[in-house]
């Protein structure tokens, strides 16, 4: 535009120049700037934060919620069910058996068997030990034997045991390990493979006791009597620090035998037994707790067989030995324990038991040979 005016400017000067009139040359216009306005600036976004994911309940509350799906399971039969409460990654060890279980499907199938051999099974907690991320289960069983167990067909004969079971959780409250402790002998016997006597059919409880840890000086002096126990245990052992930890009237139930060992008398026949079959026994304690007035001790023994042990002679094999005990204390001594095991554990490695499935496991003329250690917690921990 201002090109244009300024060639006007220029032609009038020209015209002027050349001798034209006194017209003034016309006034260039003004022009004003238009000024183009910013944008506005763009509107605000809104943020949509996501919601907090929900508080996750304690692992108290998450083990409870588990042990109740899994005991509506128990009742209902369903392996399913109890396979649903166990990590993906579980680990099931039952001493005795041929090897640990691994993985839900293998633990479910597991359990499958068991409905299947006892079809009509019902059970009981007696006493549960809960401490952190652990749950130890003192239990009993009563069935019949409708199905095969260990390679033997069903008797129909009625059959009753206790056992333990130790239960560690994961944080999302799912079983991620167990060790169980029952003795397969008891049952032998009830169901007539085993010549040896049967321990009686217990009772089925009908309502836990319940403990915690206290953390308390009770308890740690309680922990050291067991200690105490079982070093006495070590090598040719030391009778005298071994009955020093007990009361004088104080009672022992192995449940791998069928009576109760009742003073500190049959303590020493036991203690004395059990170091001249084993001469070289040694005792390492895996895992230890202690719950008020009781204690709760995981143990595995290795010795020798090198002397005559319950009848059975001495077959210089090596034994590895897992047990368990729960052991009441009084004024810093032994009032009563309880040993769970599983005698056929010990009997298989001395090569006084078949491996479980093998045709001649389930001939009852080889029985009381395999029974002989049945007698033989060698997991040194009974007291």
């Known amino acids: 535009m201002r090109r244009m005016y300024g060639a006007l400017v220029l032609a009038v ?28 600036p763009p509107a605000p976004t809104a943020t949509v934060e996501a919601p ?42 039952m001493y005795g058996a041929p090897a640990s279980v691994s993985g839900k499907d ?25 401490t952190k991320d652990v749950v130890i289960t003192e239990w009993a069983v009563n069935a019949t034997h409708k199905g095969e167990f260990f ?28 060790h ?20 009686p059919i217990p009772a089925l409880p009908t309502k836990p006791e319940m403990f915690t840890v206290q953390n308390t000086d009770a308890e740690k002096k309680n922990l050291e009597v067991g200690k105490a126990a079982y070093a006495a245990m070590e090598g040719k052992g030391d009778l005298k620090a071994f009955l020093a930890t007990m009361d004088e009237k104080v009672d022992w139930d192995d449940m ?7 003073g500190r008398g049959e303590a020493e026949k036991w203690f004395t037994a059990m170091h001249k079959g084993f001469s070289d026994g040694k005792m390492a304690t895996k895992n230890a707790w202690a719950f008020g007035d009781y204690i709760v001790v995981e143990s595995e023994f290795t010795g020798t067989h090198t002397g005559e042990f ?37 009997a298989m490695q001395l090569g006084l038991m078949k491996p479980p499935g093998d045709a001649k496991a389930a001939d009852p003329k080889a029985a009381p040979k395999a029974d002989a250690p049945k007698a033989d917690p060698k997991a040194a921990p009974k007291k």
């Open 106 to 130: 293998a633990i479910t199938s597991t359990w499958q068997k068991q409905f299947d051999a006892f079809p009509d099974m019902k059970g009981g907690a007696s006493r549960i030990f809960h």
């Open 310 to 346: 319950m009848g059975a002679k001495p077959t210089k094999k090596a034994i590895n030995f897992h047990g368990l005990d729960i052991v009441q204390a009084k004024d810093g001594k032994a009032v009563h324990g309880w040993w769970y095991a599983n005698g056929a554990e010990a």
């Open 256 to 262: 791998t035998q069928p009576a109760t060992m009742k």
């Open 180 to 199: 169980v402790y029952w003795d397969v002998g008891t049952v032998m016997s009830q169901i007539g493979v085993s010549k040896m006597k049967a321990r």
């Open 151 to 178: 390679g033997i067909k069903g008797t129909d004969k009625p059959i009753g045991f206790s056992g333990v079971t130790v239960t560690w959780f994961n944080d999302e409250g799912m079983r991620k390990e167990e």
């Open 13 to 40: 000067m020209a015209s002027a120049a050349c001798g034209g009139g006194e017209t003034p040359p016309p006034k260039v216009p003004e022009t004003t700037a238009v000024t183009t306005p910013p944008p506005p």
């Open 52 to 93: 907090p994911p929900p508080a996750k309940a304690p692992l108290a509350d998450l083990i409870r919620k588990n042990e109740g799906d899994f005991i509506k399971a128990l009742m209902a039969h369903d392996a399913k069910a109890v396979g649903a409460t166990y990590a993906d990654n579980a680990v099931s060890t």
